[in-house]
């Protein structure tokens, strides 16, 4: 069974600095990764994807993710914060299997930006 | 492109009423999701159809929950007998056949209920 543990309930950051949101999986084989954001009252939105190829992924808002899978780690970042990117973050993981995309999120990681 | 429509938004009743909750997917997508989210976890599948049959709905409640998608579009979401550890946020995503090689799924914003 596939597990994702997001270390971090809450990251409070200053406007304009660099973040990081950790991200550890636990699966018998091999996955996809993803991490999604949810604005307040919205739906969730794929930020980026790691499938295959190369390990460092880039996302859309300035955002990447480096998949590494001696230490199953798929942790989050971006290099200057903005206001507009608090909001929830969800680390997921999904098997390799085609036909079945069943997704297993982690609790989530509330990004708060202060100004 | 019209994204994923849910309704209602919002959804108030008292335990052991009943609840139905509706989702339209994207035009011609054809799996359809149905998560649970409740405060402070991150979403859990519900059940996945695949056109209109069922593909996985092992963690659905099934002595309460029902979920049907006649005729492969629209899909909804019952609950029958409420209990109050049912509130939370219901959210529906879909995605086309081929996401199965880009796994990327689309949500609706969701409806949120509140079991009293």
């Known amino acids: 069974a596939q597990s994702v543990t997001q270390l971090d309930s809450q990251v409070p950051v200053f406007e304009e600095a660099p973040v990081e949101l950790r991200c550890n999986y636990s699966s018998s084989v091999s996955v996809y990764l993803f991490w999604y954001v949810q604005y307040p009252n919205q739906g969730l939105q794929l930020l980026l994807k790691?499938?295959?190829?190369?390990?460092l992924v880039k996302g859309i808002n300035g955002f990447e993710a480096e998949f590494n899978k001696s230490q199953t780690s798929f942790h989050l970042r971006k290099p200057s914060v903005h206001i507009s990117d608090t909001a929830e973050y969800f680390c997921?993981?999904?098997?390799?299997?085609?036909?079945?995309?069943?997704?297993?999120f982690g609790t989530g990681t509330r990004l708060t930006i202060i100004p | 492109e019209a994204g994923v429509a849910q309704s209602p938004r919002y959804k108030i009743i008292e335990k052991r009423q009943s609840v139905a909750f509706w989702c339209n997917p994207i035009s011609g997508h054809a799996t359809l999701y149905w998560y649970q989210q409740i405060l402070g976890q991150g979403p859990k599948l519900l059940i996945q159809?695949?056109?209109?049959?069922?593909?996985?709905d092992s963690q659905l409640p099934k002595d309460r929950f029902s979920a049907e998608r006649l005729k492969g579009v629209d899909s909804t979401l019952k609950i029958q007998p409420a209990k109050l550890e049912d509130s939370a946020v219901y959210l529906c995503a879909s995605s086309p056949v081929q996401a199965s090689y880009s796994y990327e799924q689309y949500f609706g914003p969701g409806t949120r209920l509140t079991v009293t």
């Open positions: 790691y499938l295959s190829g190369s390990t």
């Open positions: 159809f695949q056109n209109n049959g069922v593909v996985d």
């Open positions: 997921a993981v999904s098997d390799r299997d085609f036909g079945n995309e069943k997704l297993t």
